[in-house]
């Protein structure tokens, strides 16, 4: 097969450039998704029908200057921030669970209030700062990484986090963690045997943390058969298959869903995709769960042409982050695994999730410009050489050639 030419290679979108259309425009479609589940309880309610989307673009604008300043960051800053930040996110994950300090919500101590204006989920930045640790520390270790006394401190340190996180409790975001984590080390050079071995570690203490819990039992028990409960703990899950039943194939119209007016818990958070499968149909399901599809086309495509190990880890981690993240999420709206309060990437209302996820993009943008600059550079310096080493044997030739004719003349 031929080469392509270059008019043809600048038909295909830069997988920097399709990162960011993916996560602007996922941005933009949670904004009118946020409104549309978010507007009727608050009608209903006598609230204001604009509050949440309100704030929701608010931490959208957040977002988006955490999103420019991420583009603009050189290698050498995500190294040296990569060690304080991972500091200050466990010193965070640590403060949230002190009472008095750490907001409680629906029995879950997740949530710092800032001033009473907003508040801060720690779990959030600290899957970012994770990674971006892991990364940095990889880096440096290299070929050792594949030693068990290596590989020590991303084991204890990811343990820790993850441990903190569970005692919020938040079972689904330890996970998201644990599996950022994996990722991360898989693309820096980790052996998959050693992995393998502590991710079956890690899935016998998530199992033990379900069947020593109560209600994460009653989860489990509802997601195999929530139909046995409607009423009691597989009422959301219900709710929801009922949302996306209700939809069909076109759904019953932008803002006509009945199921967010007080029958579908957590619609505009959580279960906002249950919404969107009401109101957009199954159309709208595929349509939103293909643009993480290519989301995670162009993160794996940033990874791979990644110009070094760091950045290429940091690019699989992210990416991961945000693909899992939408796979739990989807998995639950849809029954496929139990429901873990994890809330869509990019879509959910949440100001800690989205101005996280949008740096991450930020960061993923910048890797991807960054290695197609230093690729354009290297094919550039390789063709000026090639042009002139073509001048000079034309140079030459004419030289030879005469000085042949000539020789041919004497004799």
């Not at 200057?65 to 996110?89: E, W």
């Not at 963690?177 to 980790?190: I, N, S, Y």
């Not at 001048?391 to 000085?403: N, S």
Request: charged share 15%; proline share 5%.
């Amino acid at each position: 097969m031929p080469p392509r030419t270059p008019s043809q290679r600048s038909r295909i979108p830069a997988p920097e450039h399709v990162v960011a259309i993916a996560a602007v425009g996922l941005v933009a479609f949670g904004l009118v998704m946020v409104y549309s589940a978010s507007s009727a309880t608050a009608l209903l309610s006598d609230g204001d029908p604009l509050g949440t989307v309100v704030r929701q673009v608010v931490y959208a604008a957040l977002g988006g200057a955490a999103f420019i300043a991420a583009s603009r960051m050189s290698a050498a800053t995500m190294r040296r921030i990569a060690g304080p930040a991972l500091a200050i996110t466990l010193f965070l994950l640590a403060i949230v669970l002190i009472p008095g300090i750490g907001t409680e919500v629906n029995g879950s101590r997740r949530w710092l209030a800032l001033g009473g204006i907003a508040q801060l989920q720690p779990s959030e930045p600290a899957k970012l700062a994770l990674v971006l640790w892991i990364a940095a520390l990889a880096a440096q270790r290299g070929k050792r990484l594949g030693e068990w006394s290596s590989l020590a401190p991303f084991i204890l340190v990811t343990g820790l986090m993850g441990g903190l996180i569970l005692v919020e409790p938040d079972l689904g975001t330890a996970v998201l963690v644990g599996g950022a984590a994996l990722a991360t080390l898989v693309a820096a050079g980790a052996r998959l045997r050693q992995l393998a071995a502590v991710a079956i570690g890690a899935a016998g203490i998530a199992a033990l943390s379900i069947a020593a819990v109560p209600y994460r039992r009653e989860r489990l028990l509802s997601f195999m058969d929530p139909w046995s409960d409607p009423e009691g703990a597989g009422f959301q899950v219900v709710q929801a298959e009922v949302a996306l039943g209700s939809g069909g194939i076109t759904g019953v119209g932008l803002g006509q869903g009945l199921q967010k007016a007080f029958y579908l818990p957590e619609a505009h958070t959580d279960m906002i995709l249950a919404t969107v499968g009401e109101e957009l149909g199954l159309v709208g399901v595929v349509g939103l769960l293909g643009a993480f599809a290519v989301f995670a086309w162009a993160g794996f495509r940033i990874a791979l042409a990644a110009p070094d190990p760091h950045r290429q880890a940091i690019a699989a981690g992210l990416t991961s982050l945000v693909v899992l993240q939408a796979a739990v999420n989807a998995g639950a709206v849809m029954g496929l695994v139990p429901v873990t309060g994890v809330p869509l990437p990019f879509v959910s209302f949440g100001g800690s999730s989205l101005i996280i996820l949008l740096a991450s993009a930020g960061l993923l943008v910048n890797i991807g410009r960054n290695s197609r600059e230093q690729g354009l550079r290297a094919v550039g310096g390789g063709a000026s050489g090639a042009d002139r080493g073509q001048r000079d044997r034309r140079a030459r030739d004419p030289g030879a050639r005469r000085g042949g004719g000539a020789v041919r003349a004497r004799g």
